[in-house]
T-cell receptor
C-alpha cells in the first residue's frame, strides 16, 4: 500500500531564517506531487506541483521554492522566511494525475 | 483554469438533522468531483467522489449529486452526528489537468 510522510510536524522559525520541509511517498512510482498551504481558518492554496523528477510548476510567486531530487521526494524551501509564511503545509500525491489526492500529515510552521 | 465556488462558508445543524453543501464549477471539461473532510489540526481526507458519468452516489449517511448541465454538485449528510463536525472541501478537475481546484471550504458544526 502507498504511504506519504512529511516532516517536521511542527516548527517555529524566526523571520529571515531558512526553511526546509520534506515529503516522501512510498509504495508507488512516478507520483504527481503537490505542496499546499493552509492559513489559519482558510482554504487550500496550491503552491507547487511536480509531474516528474526535476519538473516543478509554481502556482503562486513568492519567496518559497520546491525541488524534486528523487522520484518520490518533494522538498519545500525558503531562503528567508516572512511572517506571512506561517501556516499549515500539506504535501500530497496523486497517481498519474487522476483520482484521489492523498495528503500527508501536515507541517505547522510558525514564523515569529 | 477551473474555478470552484462553495457555499455556505459555515453551517450549524442540530444533531440528527441533514446538512447540505453546494459547489459550482466553471470548466465544462471537469469530470472528477471529490469531497474532502478535514478535522481540526488534521489532514484532509477523501470521503466521497463522483465522476461525470454518474448523477448521484451514496455511501451510508453521505451522498453527492452532480448536475453537469448547471455545473454544480452537492454534498448531503443525513442524520448528522457530532463527529461530522469538520471543514468540508469540494473540488473539481478535468481529466487533462494535474491540479484539483478546491472550494474555499465549509465549516460544519453539529450541535448536540
Amino acid at each position: 500500500s502507498q504511504t506519504i510522510h512529511q516532516w517536521p510536524a511542527t516548527l517555529v522559525q524566526p523571520v529571515g531564517s531558512p526553511l526546509s520541509l520534506e515529503c516522501t511517498v512510498e509504495g508507488t512510482s512516478n507520483p504527481n506531487l503537490y505542496w499546499y498551504r493552509q492559513a489559519a481558518g482558510r482554504g487550500l492554496q496550491l503552491l507547487f506541483y511536480s509531474v516528474g523528477i526535476g519538473q516543478i510548476s509554481s502556482e503562486v510567486p513568492q519567496n518559497l521554492s520546491a525541488s524534486r531530487p528523487q522520484d518520490r521526494q518533494f522538498i519545500l524551501s525558503s531562503k528567508k522566511l516572512l511572517l506571512s509564511d506561517s501556516g499549515f503545509y500539506l504535501c500530497a500525491w496523486r497517481r498519474n494525475g487522476i483520482g484521489e489526492l492523498f495528503f500527508g500529515e501536515g507541517s505547522r510552521l510558525t514564523v515569529l | 483554469g477551473e474555478n470552484v465556488e462553495q457555499h455556505p462558508s459555515t453551517l450549524s445543524v442540530q444533531e440528527g438533522d441533514s446538512a447540505v453543501i453546494k459547489c459550482t464549477y466553471s470548466d465544462s471539461a471537469s469530470n472528477y468531483f471529490p469531497w474532502y473532510k478535514q478535522e481540526l489540526g488534521k489532514r484532509p481526507q477523501l470521503i466521497i467522489d463522483i465522476r461525470s458519468n454518474v448523477g448521484e452516489k451514496k455511501d451510508q449517511r453521505i451522498a453527492v449529486t452532480l448536475n453537469k448541465t448547471a455545473k454544480h454538485f452537492s454534498l448531503h449528510i443525513t442524520e448528522t452526528q457530532p463527529e461530522d463536525s469538520a471543514v468540508y472541501f469540494c473540488a473539481a478537475t478535468p481529466s487533462n489537468d494535474y491540479k484539483l481546484s478546491f472550494g474555499a471550504g465549509t465549516t460544519v458544526t453539529v450541535r448536540a
